[in-house]
């Protein structure tokens, strides 16, 4: 049937490759992908030949647009990313959103997500979470970021990179407390799959005196703010209102 499938990869481990999936990315007409040469040698280790067209951050309006054309002539077809699931802190959200507008039926064919997999195994509650993608680069925005987050209650989920790992896990410490417990998860589904836990404070100091840490891919996930925190950060503003309304008075 003329619809988008949108197909998770594997992050790492290609046994995470679901059995539909694989029967998908058989029968579309058209794989969409993020990087076509990447998604090209992941096809080819399984013996899987579709025509392929690169859909990126960059392109991703217009090739809409050509895409809902193909559906229109009752192609099928199907989106992937990288790796795990498209539209995570990855392309595909302006695409999915023009194929319902037009009309055509969007089917997620689910498997790994690095955000789910590193909760599911980290320790920290699952209950309530609040995933916040990448921190900014720039040092300013990236405070700006968390102080937004310090009230929160829910787990806090970010993925990043080898480069800024360092950066990001001093400031959660300087923003969020070093005390807060967290997890740092490695490499999943990989050969140097890695957990660290213990505060903020130990996490870092972990990475920091050990350079194999920083290497690979990364999800951080931080305990979220205690209810202690927020009836502190409660009163604080109570005392604000009141000192501001006596500077009125
Ligand atoms: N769409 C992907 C997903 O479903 O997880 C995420 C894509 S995002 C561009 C890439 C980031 O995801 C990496 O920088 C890292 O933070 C996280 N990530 C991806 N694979 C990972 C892995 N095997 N282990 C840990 N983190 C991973």
Known sequence: PACLYVVATPIGNLGDFSERAKLILEKVDWIAAEDTRHTQKLLSAFGLRRPLMALHQHNEDQRSQQLIALLQEGKSLALVSDAGTPLISDPGFPLVRAVRAAGFDVVPIPGACALIAALSASGLPTDEFYFAGFLPAKALAREQRLQGLVRMSATLA?????????????????TLGGERQMCLARELTKRYETFLSGSIEQVLAQVEADPQQQKGEFVLLIEGAKQQDQDQAWDEACRWMLALQQEMA
């Not at 950066?167 to 300087?174: D, G, I, V």
Request: charged letters at 10%.
């Open 158 to 174: 970010f993925y990043e990179s080898p480069h800024r790992l360092l950066p990001s896990l001093q400031a959660l410490a300087t």
